[in-house]
């Protein structure tokens, strides 16, 4: 009761906000901008795009010429007139607050020249793509320069697919898929996926640390970048992984009035509202404030999930020099958890296939009154500052805090086959986190040599506090029989767990690291990479006095990339390597005693070669590769005690990625991915228990992904869409090991289509995920069933 009454109290500030936004320019009423384009002998122009390049707004010439562009708030604006084999146009205006203006015929002449220019200015091609990046190479740099492999899920794509959740976007990135649910559990409770074989979260937000044990709201989200391979010259290894990163990259206030609103209803009771307002506060500052409310029942008996979510951000230009930015986040969050049905790990399986779990399909085990609350916090201050023509200093403060406050609960196989005992905590705990960074990028000429330059400073400090309670058995859940033994209420949970407090526990992490990454163009069509990391690790828990002081780490990094057709067509191949400091952890013996062990970084090395491409006038981006990861040091279960954990491991990955972002004609938009993984654990302890298999975070071992649009963008039809798509992932191990055997979930395909309208400032939008309501399944080591069909309607009006 009290975390909604908090939550009601936070959406009335948020719609409060945005009500003094949109005063501070109530006067700035919108106006129509309409006019008429002729050909040079005076004939009607069709087909020739018209666009706002401040506002990135646009219309197309009817066959007529006649275009209009609403919803336009007062300011000077620069028009471009744009179309294949007529010159390129520009006309400046000025709009006033509520007047609508006329603009003078515009007359564009015939050419033969220039034409590619004029095509990609004309509309964005490709709009699904993000030719260049600023935070995976932490500098500027375009796709085809880089010999790391990304992708990159842009709004665009977010908004088109009707996006909620952090998971459907990134079903548009090649070769990533979930392996389990947000469990809000303390430490980790974020969701896990897993890429070119090995788990990871999403720990990252515009390239610097931000900790949830939640899941993220897509709210506030510019762009997703899923960048491949191990990445700890850039990134260190306390937040990467290695199979890759997720970086989330945030909206940014800008220098005119404008917004959004939308409202998304649906399948399963799901109801969400989304504010994006931002307003100029003066011809320096500038203030953005994005939000959203966000309720849905489960598919399942019983469970739900309901978010608060704020993201106020502001940009203040202190001179031609200095801009600073600040990005707050704040999300309540509280849910029931998805079941987690854990598999038995020190005995043979006992059952062979999914049948057993797919008559239970639509069983929680859970009770609504067992909710977690995962409250997160974010803040993020930057200072740019243009030090001269060649340097750029960047200054980032970031500091996040993630709770867990509520019931967790998981179901364990009693081995007889078909029995789970529940075991359940409530949880009581709190990860907060530091990170301070200083890079300085520079782009300078030594003779005919360009070169690109980060170097950087930074520090990241982790403190985590638990107070929750131990464990306790709830209950046995017969999946054979459909009953449940166990109580699902809080007063008889907490009657339960009174019995054994637990006990306080609390740890530290520490990390000071360097960093440079230079890129060197020896000539326009040839360049590579060159980086290095300097990583010093120190780690303290409560559990024990001993501390891990002083851990020093290298990593390097080696790109090479030359472009036989500059700009269009790129080779490449990089070296990489990536590592995990690991906080310690504690050992148990046969008698019931404990010790604390002191583990090394875990180190991971890659490399892979491929090829990058923009052809046809940019319309076709298509990214081909081959990578061979191996992972030493690896942790490992204990065959001897499940409980411990032993180093020495070695896995080997491998595997292919194809990726394809499509414009072919106007208003055809497309993306697809392929990836195929092998996996293998080739070292591990004497009888070890994974040796020869492939690992269980490793996932399915062939992924596919597709999504394809289309706009009408003249004659009647203008404004309708429609969209397809399909995502396939194989069967997998979700257990995997020689004491138990091993356990599959089936391969699946999941289609999903849409229907939307798109007027002068609104869009109207259906869509169906799961249309053929599939049963399909997640885990690692777990076995958790997916989500059935949903339809979703949306309305999203611009101003």
């Known amino acids: 009761m009290q975390q909604q009454r908090i939550s009601l109290r936070l959406f009335g500030i948020m719609f409060l906000l945005m009500g003094i936004v949109i005063s501070l320019s109530a006067q700035q009423k919108s106006a129509v901008i309409s006019g008429r384009v002729f050909t040079s002998d005076g004939k009607p122009a069709s087909n020739v795009s018209i666009t706002i390049e401040e506002l990135h707004r646009s219309d197309m010439s009817n066959s007529q010429g006649f275009y209009k562009i609403s919803g336009v708030h007062a300011g000077r604006y620069t028009l471009l007139f744009s179309s294949v084999g007529l010159q390129l146009s520009k006309v400046e205006v000025a709009v006033e607050s509520g007047k609508d203006l006329q603009v003078q015929d515009v007359f564009l002449n015939e050419t033969t020249e220039n034409l590619q220019e004029i095509e990609i200015i004309a509309t964005k091609k490709n709009p699904f793509a993000e030719k260049i990046s600023a935070s995976v190479a932490k500098l500027p740099l375009a796709d085809l320069e880089n010999p790391q492999v990304y992708n990159t899920i842009n709004k665009t794509v977010i908004k088109e697919q009707v996006v909620t959740s952090l998971n459907t976007a990134l079903k548009n990135a090649t070769g990533i898929t979930r392996l389990w649910e947000s469990t809000g559990r303390a430490g980790d409770g974020a969701e896990y996926y897993t890429m070119r074989g090995f788990s990871l979260q999403p ?77 100029p506060l003066s011809d320096k500052a500038s203030m953005r404030i994005n939000g959203a409310y966000h309720y849905e029942n489960t598919f399942q008996d019983n469970g739900y999930s309901k978010s608060f979510f704020i993201a106020p951000s502001f940009k203040f230009k202190a001179s031609d020099r200095l801009t600073f930015f600040i990005n707050t986040e704040y999300k309540s969050l509280e849910r029931t958890t998805a079941p987690m049905i854990f598999l038995y790990r020190s005995a043979p399986v006992t059952f062979s296939n999914i049948d057993l779990f797919e008559k239970n399909y639509k069983k929680s085990y859970t009770s609504n009154r067992l909710a977690v609350n995962n409250p997160t916090y974010g803040m993020q201050a930057q200072a740019l500052y243009k030090i001269n023509e ?177 700009q269009h067509l790129s080779l490449f191949a990089n070296y990489m390597n990536g590592f995990q400091n690991l906080e310690p952890v504690t050992q148990h013996d046969g008698s019931g ?91 591990d302890a004497a009888d070890g228990d994974y040796i020869g298999l492939r690992s269980e975070e490793s996932g399915p071992a062939n992924l596919f992904n597709a999504w394809v649009s289309y706009k009408l963008t003249t004659g009647s039809l203008k404004g309708w869409g429609v969209g397809a798509g399909a995502n396939y992932a194989s069967e997998y191990k979700t257990l995997n090991r020689h004491s138990t055997g091993s356990f599959t979930l089936p391969s699946y395909t999941i289609f999903n289509a849409l229907i939307s309208y798109n007027g002068d400032n609104y869009t109207i939008s259906l869509k169906g995920d799961n249309l053929a309501n599939k049963k399909y399944y997640g885990g690692w080591s777990t076995v958790t069933p997916q989500k059935l069909r949903t339809i979703s309607l949306a309305l999203n009006y611009r101003f």
């Open 203 to 279: 720990t990252i937000v515009n390239g610097v640390a931000n900790i949830s044990n939640g899941a993220l709201d897509p709210a506030n989200v510019e762009n997703i970048e899923v960048v491949k391979g191990p990445s700890g010259t850039l990134y260190g290894g306390n937040l990467i992984y290695y199979g890759g990163l997720i970086n989330v990259v945030t909206k940014k206030p800008y220098d005119t009035f404008g917004g959004e609103f939308g409202y998304i209803t649906g399948s399963y009771g799901l109801n969400r509202v989304t504010a994006d307002v931002n307003t």
């Open 593 to 683: 005693n404990t010790s604390m062990k002191i583990l090394k970084p875990e180190k991971a090395n890659q490399w892979e070669v491929g090829v990058k491409s923009n052809l046809y006038s940019d319309r076709v981006s298509l990214t081909v590769s081959y990578y061979d990861i191996k992972v030493s040091n690896k942790t490992m279960a204990d065959p001897a005690n499940v409980l411990n954990v032993i180093q020495g491991g070695v896995v080997k990955s491998r595997g292919v990625e194809v990726s394809l972002i499509a414009n072919p004609v106007v208003g055809l938009n497309m993306i697809a991915g392929y990836s195929h993984n092998y996996n293998k654990i080739t070292k």
């Open 390 to 566: 060649n340097w750029n200093s960047q200054t980032i403060v970031a500091a996040s805090n993630t709770k867990s406050d509520g019931y967790y609960q998981y179901l364990w196989d009693n081995v007889n086959g078909s029995d789970f005992t529940r075991y359940i905590s409530r949880l009581n705990s709190s990860t907060d986190a530091i990170n301070v960074q200083q890079n300085f990028t520079g782009d300078h000429k030594f003779g005919n040599m360009r070169n690109r330059v980060v170097f950087g400073v930074d520090y990241l400090q982790k403190e985590y506090q638990d107070n929750g309670y131990a464990w306790v058995a709830n209950g046995v859940v017969s999946l054979a029989n459909q009953t449940d033994t166990g109580v699902l209420t809080a007063t008889g949970v907490d009657a339960l767990l009174s019995a054994d407090p637990g006990s306080v526990s609390n740890s530290t992490v520490k990390i000071w690291s360097s960093y440079l990454s230079d890129v060197v163009n020896f000539t326009p069509q040839l360049s590579a990479l060159v980086g290095l990391r300097l990583d010093n690790y120190s780690a303290s828990t409560s559990w024990n006095t001993k501390e891990v002081k002083n851990q020093v780490t290298f990593s390097q990094k080696l790109g090479l990339v030359y472009q036989p057709i500059l």
